[in-house]
């Protein structure tokens, strides 16, 4: 360039500093356009092998279609129960009243009868190792698995999933009028698989306390959504759990303790962790073996997560407060390529409702909603997260980009008569909706949970 050319630029730069200011923005530009760039090859790169594995294995594509329901509302056939009539009086029934109603002609579809029961010890033929979502399932006793607002454990020792949920055999009752339906404790049961169909009932590996009434675990009291996570370092096997009176008004978590996963566990205490309210709650276990607390809290307006201690026993003082006045509940958390994701379901009770995904880099936040995870069925399907709420999402070794979604139908007229939901969760595919508090769309991969009146893993997953 001559002496006269950059003569002439630098007094055009000098004599504007807009110019200047232009030339600065588009550098700073140009290298957040690199940094962009440089991001998304390195996500695409895992996500592009897996979106490969899926669109040629013929069975995740029948995972992958769309099953959609055509359920008609029936005429009205004699009165509703007084609690359903009491609820929606003076409008047009909806296929979640319908639900809901004890009495409806729609009862067999929510909830089918023990003939259509999965029986993994029957001759199925063809049908093995499916799930029916909904159906009753029977244990290898032939009795309905008792595991309500459950977890999954795999115990690489024995190369065995154990499955913890609450033990709700036995007759539903209000305490008073207001009083949400219960059942009186009776414990945390658990069931053994090596292939997460057939299960073994282990029995109840922690126990109601029947005569002590100062006591946590007293009958009349509510211990609901039990985990266990195994601590690599002391050997022992943690179980976490809500823990409430009968008004809901302790709002505490609990801990117990095991040297193995039949348990028995040794109830420890309760607290309210952080010195806040806790109800709905979960356990998550990070690769490097950091384990997490996250619970619904400040009467269930938001969500707080923080680290437990080394030996899994306490809460540590670090928390953060996530998903403020947002009122999720029921959190379901799973790890994907290095990305953080959590199922939630709205505050309704018993009753169904919209669930939401979330996701976030770092666990501690913050967490942002990427919308409604529900595909199939029919809009009520998708808007009630298939007449179901979230408790746990399982991952499937050596099945990258596939996990299990397991969710509670409830039963609020027979607690006991509750069904499981579990589904394949596909996390694939850029978002398909912008960041709520962020500029622009994430860079993380869509989550999908695909409804299915009845499906099966595929045959390459030995367990």
């Not at 219960?182 to 109601?208: F, P, Q």
Request: with cysteine; hydrophobic share 35%; charged share 20%.
């Amino acid at each position: 360039m001559s002496g006269n050319h950059v003569q002439l630029m630098f007094r055009v730069l000098s004599g504007s500093k807009c110019s200047v200011s232009i030339i600065v923005w588009t550098l700073a530009g140009f290298l957040l356009l690199l940094h962009f760039f440089s991001l998304v090859n390195h996500k695409d790169g895992t996500s592009g092998e897996i979106e490969l594995h899926i669109s040629h294995n013929p069975s995740f594509r029948e995972l992958v279609e769309v099953e959609e329901e055509n359920i008609q509302i029936p005429p009205p056939r004699g009165k509703r129960s007084p609690r359903a009539a009491k609820r929606r009086p003076k409008r047009t029934t909806t296929l979640i009243d319908e639900f809901l109603d004890e009495n409806s002609q729609l009862r067999h579809v929510f909830f089918p009868d023990i003939k259509t029961a999965i029986d993994p010890m029957k001759d199925n033929g063809n049908d093995s190792f499916y799930y029916y979502p909904g159906r009753i399932w029977l244990d290898t006793e032939g009795a309905p698995i008792q595991a309500h607002g459950g977890g999954i454990l795999y115990d690489e020792s024995s190369r065995t999933y154990y499955w913890y949920g609450e033990y709700k055999d036995g007759p539903t009752y209000h305490a008073h009028k207001k009083a949400a339906a219960r059942v009186d404790i009776i414990g945390v049961g658990c069931y053994s698989s090596k292939d997460m169909w057939t299960w073994k009932n282990e029995g109840i590996v922690l126990a109601a306390e029947e005569t002590n009434e100062t006591h946590d675990l007293y009958k009349l009291n509510v211990l609901e959504r039990p985990k266990v996570i195994y601590n690599d370092r002391t050997g022992k096997y943690v179980m976490w759990m809500h823990i409430d009176d009968c008004n809901y008004t302790k709002a505490a978590v609990g801990v117990a303790i095991s040297d193995y996963p039949t348990g028995p566990f040794d109830y420890l205490y309760s607290k309210q962790p952080h010195g806040f309210d806790s109800r709905d709650m979960t356990i998550f276990k990070d690769d490097d073996g950091v384990a997490y607390l996250v619970y619904s809290s400040e009467d269930n307006s938001e969500l707080h997560i923080g680290p437990l201690t080394s030996d899994y026993l306490d809460v540590s003082n670090v928390v953060r407060r996530i998903l403020v006045g947002q009122h999720r509940e029921a959190p379901a958390l799973f790890k994907h390529l290095g990305t953080y994701y959590m199922v939630t379901s709205g505050c309704t009770g018993w009753a169904p409702n919209e669930a939401l995904v979330h996701a976030a880099e770092s666990i501690m936040g913050p967490w942002e909603a990427m919308g409604n995870p529900c595909i199939g069925g029919n809009k009520v399907f998708r808007l009630t997260t298939f007449f179901a709420q979230s408790t746990y999402v399982i991952p499937l070794a050596g099945l990258p980009g596939l996990y299990i979604f397991m969710a509670d139908r409830w039963n609020p007229a027979d607690l006991r008569e509750s069904r499981y939901i579990w589904l394949p969760l596909i996390v694939r595919g850029p978002a398909d909706r912008p960041l709520e508090y962020n500029f622009g769309f994430p860079l993380w991969s869509r989550v999908s949970i695909y409804w299915h009146k009845k499906w099966r893993l595929p045959s390459r997953w030995s367990g």
